[in-house]
């Protein structure tokens, strides 16, 4: 399981001025060996490069260019991992949630999130391997660390291995596909005009849980 986040924690302003209205999380699952994946997410990453000389960190979904995004979802349409997102609508968070904070925020989407797709994905007797792209500054970095080592133990569903890492985006080919996911999932709820979410994400997205709504 691979594990990206995409807006922003602040509640001022959301939804205006172009400040995203949703936090959201998602991942996405290769099941047992995807080593292959892995190796074309690379090979395609190489051949990006060769004719890009400002791709130098991997695919991020809304720096690439529309020529990029077009391979990179082609890849994912044909890999076919799992999706599942949720999200938060910010501006319809009670007062009473905004003075616990950002990192709160934070740490309920990932706990939110975790602990239904985490049952999902498992079985007895299996180990999941959570993978999560790190977060900010080093101090939010820290408190976001400590928040996933907290939601993963007390939600980690009975007799499952779960292992915790946090890496950074650039280098993990998994990640990278997570956050192409969110970002087409949200371009979707917020615009509702992403093709590439209908041709490469939709077949594949398991979840796309809104507790604060909208529900239209």
Not at 103 to 119: D, R, V
Request: proline letters at 4%; charged letters at 20%; a neutral charge.
């Amino acid at each position: 399981m691979y594990a990206d986040e995409t807006g922003n924690l602040a509640y001022e302003g959301a939804g205006q001025n172009g400040n995203p209205a949703y936090f959201g999380i998602g991942t996405v699952v290769f099941e047992a060996d995807h080593g292959e994946a892995l190796f074309r997410g690379l090979r395609l990453r190489v051949d990006v490069a060769q004719s890009d000389s400002h791709f130098a960190k991997g695919f991020h979904a809304v720096n690439d260019s529309t020529e990029t995004r077009t391979a990179m979802f082609d890849l994912i349409s044909d890999l076919a991992p799992r999706f599942d997102t949720t999200f938060l609508y910010k501006p319809n968070a009670y007062q009473g949630v905004r003075e616990r904070g950002e990192m709160w925020l934070y740490q309920y989407a990932w706990e939110l999130h975790f602990k239904t797709i985490s049952q999902q994905v498992t079985k007895v007797g299996d180990r999941l391997v959570v993978i999560v792209a790190s977060f900010g500054t080093r101090k939010r970095a820290a408190a976001a660390r400590k928040a996933w080592e907290q939601v993963c133990s007390e939600f980690a569903p009975n007799q499952r291995e779960i292992v915790f890492r946090s890496w950074d985006a650039p280098s993990s080919f998994g990640i990278q596909v997570a956050d192409y996911g969110l970002w087409a999932v949200q371009r979707q709820l917020e615009r509702g005009n992403c093709h590439w979410y209908e041709q490469a994400v939709k077949p594949t997205l398991q979840s796309c849980f809104r507790p604060w709504g909208p529900w239209q």
